[in-house]
Every structure is written in C-alpha cells, then in structure tokens.
C-alpha cells in the first residue's frame, strides 16, 4: 500500500523541522553565552596570606632589601586578535632571611602615568621553591587583552608583599 504525501503534509513538515532547529539554536547560543560569560567574570586578584605589607612595622625594614632588576617586556600579537604582553624582572633577596612567599603588581601604564592593565601576581607557595638570602628569582606577569588602540608607555613592577622565615 503506497502512501501519498501532499503538498501540505511536506510543508507542514518543513515548518517543523526549521521551527526545531531555530529552538535548538537558540538553546545551543544560550548555553556558550552562559559559559562564556561565567569564564569572562572578573575574579579578585590573587592575595597573600599573612603578608607583611606597606604599612606594617616590618615593611620599611626588608622592602628596601628586595629588589627588583628593571622590569623588561615583549608582546606579540595573537590570533584572537589582541595583544598579549609578557613583563619579566629578577627579584633578589638581601633582607637576611628567607622570602617564603611574595606578592608582585605588573603594571602597563599609559603617558600620563595611568594604568591600562594590572596584574597580581603570587609567587613561591605551592609553585616554586622559597627564596633564600642573597640568592635570585626569575619573575614573569603574564597579560592579555591589549588592543592596537591602547596606550602602552612604560610598565612597572613593584612588590606589594611577602612572607619571611
């Protein structure tokens, strides 16, 4: 027995094909705006617990110890189409004791001295060995999200804290 389809039976079926597939679409679309947009939200800068910082009685006496190699940077551009940024100093201790945790801030900041991009950044605990006296560590701040159009003067890194044994 043969079935017969009528011209109105297969327009009724594309309609309902095309209306299921827009419906998944838009399920589909909903879901990676979700995904993204939970992956795009700004988290807080990392912080380091139980740090000495400016202000504290001890900060005077051992900040002035750690210093800082002028900070040096690259970028390259990426397929994204943004700009990534690489900031690198080597960090050295002569406070006397061991540096068992540190806090830094990368900055780009524009001519007028402002801040185009910041990022801290926590080094030694959990990721590399303590900072003995008089010994050197090789630091990079790794950002992103530049664009041509940024005013990228100069770029500063400072420490913002740290923890001694």
Do not use: C
């Not at 806090?103 to 780009?108: F, H, I, P, T, Y």
């Not at 926590?122 to 900072?131: A, D, F, Y």
């Amino acid at each position: 027995m043969a079935v017969e389809r009528t011209a109105a039976d297969e327009k009724s079926r594309t309609t309902l094909i095309i209306v299921v597939a827009a419906i998944a679409a838009i399920v589909i679309g909903g879901g990676f705006y979700w995904l993204l947009r939970k992956s795009v939200a700004p988290s807080p800068p990392p912080n380091l617990q139980g740090a000495i910082r400016p202000g504290s009685p001890d900060w005077d006496n051992y900040a002035k110890r750690i210093a800082l190699d002028d900070p040096e940077a690259d970028e390259s551009k990426r397929a994204l189409g943004d700009t990534v940024m690489n900031l690198f100093t080597t960090v050295r201790n002569f406070t006397g004791r061991t540096i068992t945790g540190l806090e830094l801030r990368g900055s780009v900041v524009d001519h007028d001295g402002k801040p185009v991009k910041q990022r801290t950044l926590v080094m030694i605990p959990g990721r590399q060995s303590e900072l003995d006296p008089n010994k050197t560590m090789r630091v990079t701040i790794l950002m992103d999200g530049f664009t041509d159009e940024d005013d990228r003067a100069n770029i500063k890194m400072e420490v913002t804290g740290f923890t001694l044994r």
